[in-house]
């Protein structure tokens, strides 16, 4: 039985970086390996889909896909805690862990293979992971290889020309937001991450490592920028805020991004799944938005919600949910 849990991933991932911030948040030992051509046969021994990250515990159990995995382990490594005693403030938190996966993925992915300048500097990183020991021939042709298969994969995150200027006015109102939100506190719920963090973080930090997001960040956003750099290595360094002293600079990230774009996106992309259609086409902020949906964010949906109705008492969350434009989404 190995003595510490390893994190197979890829850092380029956001969803590779958000478990592995968790478990530095959490003090558990850990190994993080590369998802390369090396580590390729242990890798397989563990993974049931070919995805990053894949969590091998000592028990020597592989568990895949980051918020079950997180999820799960909280349970085993309640200290410190990422959830907020505070009710409203912890399923805000949770809501903004959604949007970071789901709707955040949409600006990580779109800037990072939009423009011949990041899909350079991303795909010779990807390359040189995965092939650390091949010659700068190999690193060409794999580049080559790379950049071709992911620039053609941007339809899958709704990227597209009609989609393109929203995604990216929706990443410099989000950054513009969190700038302020950020200000005056360490970590988005107060003095230590939460559940929200690590999403939202995941795709951040991987968008300021491509030179355009991350020139906009570095230009526009420095408290954001500090926080980036803070989560890679988080600790508790205060209390939790109740949600209202969060509310006067968090709730316009509600308003103008969850419950404006990411609420009617994720709920028609749902009923797309349901009803077998091959595209969808949703008015998003009185503008057009088409893509194929996904199953796995019907999925993603449907486990929110239930979250949702978890919650015994509503009477603090439905107002900022309604306020929102989310409750009734979440209601189902």
């Known amino acids: 039985m190995a003595e510490n849990y390893r994190i197979f991933g890829v850092e380029l991932s956001p969803y590779s970086v958000k478990v592995r911030s968790w478990?530095?948040?959490?003090?558990?030992?850990?190994?993080?390996?590369?998802?390369?051509?090396?580590?390729?046969?242990?890798?397989?021994?563990?993974a049931k889909l070919p995805i990053v990250p894949l969590v091998v515990t000592p028990a020597n159990e592989g568990i895949q896909d980051s918020t079950p995995i997180i999820e799960r382990l909280e349970a085993e490594f309640p200290e410190p805690p990422i959830h907020p005693a505070d009710p409203a403030a912890a399923f805000i938190s949770v809501l903004i862990e959604e949007f970071g996966d789901e709707w955040g993925n949409k600006w990580m992915f779109h800037y990072r293979w939009a423009r011949e300048v990041d899909q350079l500097s991303a795909a010779g990183r990807l390359a040189r992971m995965m092939m650390p020991e091949a010659n700068e021939q190999q690193i060409s042709a794999a580049i080559a290889q790379v950049r071709d298969r992911m620039v053609g994969r941007v339809w899958f995150v709704g990227s597209n020309p009609q989609t393109a200027a929203q995604i990216e006015e929706s990443f410099c109102d989000t950054i513009a937001i969190l700038e302020t939100h950020l200000s005056s506190r360490p970590y988005l719920f107060g003095g230590r991450p939460a559940f929200g963090d690590f999403a939202m973080w995941g795709q951040l930090y991987n968008a300021w490592t491509d030179p355009t997001p991350g020139a906009l960040i570095e230009g526009r956003a420095p408290n954001l920028l500090a926080w980036i750099h803070r989560m890679l290595w988080p600790r508790a360094e205060g209390e939790f805020e109740p949600w209202s002293k969060l509310e006067p600079t968090l709730m316009p990230l509600l308003e103008r991004?969850?419950?404006?774009?990411?609420?009617?996106?994720?709920?028609?992309?749902?009923?797309?799944?349901?009803?077998g259609r091959e595209e969808f086409t949703v008015e998003l902020a009185g503008r057009p938005w088409t893509q194929k949906p996904q199953k796995y964010h019907a999925k993603s949906l449907a486990a929110l919600r239930q979250k949702y109705a978890a919650i015994a008492d509503k009477r603090a969350i439905d107002p900022i949910l309604e306020r929102a434009g989310c409750l009734a989404g979440l209601r189902g």
């Not at 558990?28 to 998802?35: L, N």
């Not at 009617?264 to 797309?272: D, G, H, M, Q, S």
């Open 257 to 275: 991004q969850v419950g404006r774009l990411f609420m009617p996106w994720t709920i028609a992309n749902a009923a797309a799944i349901a009803s």
């Open 23 to 46: 478990f530095r948040y959490k003090r558990i030992p850990h190994q993080w390996v590369p998802r390369n051509a090396a580590a390729q046969s242990e890798y397989q021994k563990y």
